[in-house]
């Protein structure tokens, strides 16, 4: 079982930078690998970025590539995301999630995780 925690969201105008943590229970963390969600308001739930269970494979969105970077340290069981340049089409609420095991043709889709956070609200002003 793995809980997960995510903070850091809040108000930032355009141009700006946030980081998302994400803070896990379980000794297991660094079994797993970990992505990032987002979902606007009225919208569906879209893939933002994954990281798998060691940290040497990372992937993006297009929507995002070059703007936000994930990161994990599992002695702290912990993921991170920064994002940077941040745009208004950014606002959402932003899960973590993770899964025993996720794959190129898998990481996008949200029922390959196993386990989510509650969420944390991300608004950008125009």
């Known amino acids: 079982q793995v809980q997960l925690v995510e903070s850091g969201g809040g108000l930032v105008q355009a141009g700006g930078s946030l980081r998302l943590s994400c803070a896990a229970s379980?000794?297991?963390?660094?079994?797993?690998?970990m992505g990032w969600f987002r979902q606007a308001l009225g919208k569906e739930r879209e893939f933002v970025a994954a990281?798998?269970?060691?940290?040497?494979?990372?992937y993006y969105a297009d929507s995002v590539k070059g703007r936000f970077t994930i990161s994990r340290g599992n002695a702290k069981n912990t993921v991170y995301l920064q994002m940077n340049s941040l745009k208004f089409e950014d606002t959402a609420v932003y899960y973590c999630?993770?899964?025993?095991?996720?794959?190129?043709?898998?990481?996008?889709?949200?029922?390959?995780?196993?386990?989510w956070g509650q969420g944390t609200q991300v608004t950008v002003s125009s």
């Open positions: 379980g000794r297991t963390f660094s079994s797993y690998d």
């Open positions: 999630a993770a899964a025993v095991e996720i794959t190129r043709a898998t990481m996008k889709r949200p029922g390959s995780y196993d386990y």
């Open positions: 990281i798998n269970w060691s940290g040497g494979s990372t």
